[in-house]
Structure formats: C-alpha cells, structure tokens
C-alpha cells in the first residue's frame, strides 16, 4: 500500500525566511510524485512532477527535489500570499489514482 | 482555472437523503477521478473513469457510485445520506496521452444535517 507523510504539520515562516517542507514516501514503483497548492475551501492547484530520483522542478521561489525515499518543497524568501497548504501526493504502478499525504499548512507572516 | 468544474459549489441536505454531483473535465482528457477531502482524513480516492469505464475504486462507499456519460461527464451519487459524509468532494481531470498529472475543479462541499 502506498503511503505518504508529509511533515511539518504546520509551519509560521517570516517573509523572507527561506524553509523547506518534507514528504516521505513509500511506494512499489514510483510512476510520479506530485506537489500540489490547496488555498482555503479550493480545488488543490497543481505545481510539479518529479520521476526520478535527483530530479529537480522549480517555479518562482518554489523548488521541488526527490530522492528515492523523501521529496522537499524548498520555499526561497516566501511572501504572505504562498501562505497555503502543500500537498504531496505519489502514483505507483499498476494505478492510476494519487495517494495524498495529510499537507503542510504554510503560513507566511508580513 | 484548472478547466474542470463542478456542480453545485455548496450542498445541504438531512440524514438519509440521496444527492447527486456533477464535474465536467478539461477539453480532451478521457479520465475522471473523485476524491473526498475531510479535516481528518485528507484527500481520499474514491473512483476513476476513463473514456466511460470504470477503471478503479478506492476506499468508496456501497451507498456512493459514479459514471462518466458519452459526453465524458461525471456523476457521483450519494445514497441515504450520513453525518460522516459531510465533505468536500473534488473531481480531476487528466490527458490521456499526456503526463500523470491530474487537475481539480473547485470541489463541491457537502453538509449532511
């Protein structure tokens, strides 16, 4: 069974204050792990895919790395409005549906 | 706007009720998945559909069932209705011949008095 922790639970970050969040993961055949934006009562927004292991995906200042066991969001100089919960999700062989960690809610304080 | 959406954006019903959700995927992708968020439980698969067949259930209920019509449209049917299924229900969308990415609509959040 595909499982997925994501940690910390809930971080406060300063804007400005660089940190990264974790998801670690176990899964027979990894076909894809997913970072995803959830925003209060919305649909969650997609954000990366990785595949492989020392893969890297970045996006304004989100970077996103995998390694065989763990994926890390690293958030450079965050600003309020990337306050959200991160979510990690991961497909595995043989499946096509995601199995979601429970997420980081990020809050960023002006 | 991930292109998916869903109907309708908020439902209130009693115990033992039955409703009915709808979600339109993004132009050209063949399959749709549910999955039903609670504050404790997170995002949970329920079912996939691709191309109007079934493909896989997850954790879903004997009282929920789904299809996907010709027009590639879902329905998620949800029978004598509990507290418990109070939630938020997502639908997503993804191409068939594109990455594994899935896509969201806005959800449709359920209460069950």
Redesign the interface.
């Given at each position: 069974e595909d499982q997925v922790t994501q940690s910390p639970e809930a971080l406060r970050l300063q804007e400005g204050e660089s940190s990264s969040l974790n998801c670690s993961y176990t899964v027979s055949g990894l076909?894809?792990l997913?970072w995803?934006r959830q925003d209060p009562?919305?649909?969650?927004?997609?954000l990366f895919?990785l595949y492989s292991a020392g893969e890297e995906k970045e996006k304004e200042r989100l970077k996103a790395t995998l390694t065989k066991k763990e994926s890390f969001l690293h958030i450079t100089a965050p600003k309020p409005e990337d306050s959200a919960t991160y979510?990690c999700?991961v497909?595995g062989a043989g499946?096509?549906?995601?199995?979601?960690?429970?997420?980081t809610k990020l809050s960023v304080i002006p | 706007d991930s292109g998916v959406t869903q109907t309708p954006k908020h439902l209130i019903t009693a115990t033992g009720q039955r409703v009915t959700l709808r979600c339109s995927p993004r132009s050209g992708d063949l399959s749709v998945y549910w999955y039903q968020q609670s504050l404790d439980q997170g995002l949970q698969f329920l079912i996939h559909y691709y191309n109007g067949e079934e493909r896989a259930k997850g954790n879903i209920l004997e009282r929920f069932s789904a299809q996907q019509f010709p027009d590639l449209h879902s329905e998620l049917n949800l029978s004598s209705l509990e507290l418990g299924d109070s939630a938020l229900y997502f639908c997503a969308s993804s191409d068939p011949g594109g990455g594994n990415e899935q896509f969201f609509g806005p959800g449709t959040r359920l209460t069950v008095l």
């Amino acid at each position: 069974e595909d499982q997925v922790t994501q940690s910390p639970e809930a971080l406060r970050l300063q804007e400005g204050e660089s940190s990264s969040l974790n998801c670690s993961y176990t899964v027979s055949g990894l076909r894809g792990l997913f970072w995803y934006r959830q925003d209060p009562g919305k649909g969650p927004e997609f954000l990366f895919t990785l595949y492989s292991a020392g893969e890297e995906k970045e996006k304004e200042r989100l970077k996103a790395t995998l390694t065989k066991k763990e994926s890390f969001l690293h958030i450079t100089a965050p600003k309020p409005e990337d306050s959200a919960t991160y979510l990690c999700a991961v497909r595995g062989a043989g499946s096509y549906q995601l199995t979601f960690g429970k997420g980081t809610k990020l809050s960023v304080i002006p | 706007d991930s292109g998916v959406t869903q109907t309708p954006k908020h439902l209130i019903t009693a115990t033992g009720q039955r409703v009915t959700l709808r979600c339109s995927p993004r132009s050209g992708d063949l399959s749709v998945y549910w999955y039903q968020q609670s504050l404790d439980q997170g995002l949970q698969f329920l079912i996939h559909y691709y191309n109007g067949e079934e493909r896989a259930k997850g954790n879903i209920l004997e009282r929920f069932s789904a299809q996907q019509f010709p027009d590639l449209h879902s329905e998620l049917n949800l029978s004598s209705l509990e507290l418990g299924d109070s939630a938020l229900y997502f639908c997503a969308s993804s191409d068939p011949g594109g990455g594994n990415e899935q896509f969201f609509g806005p959800g449709t959040r359920l209460t069950v008095l």
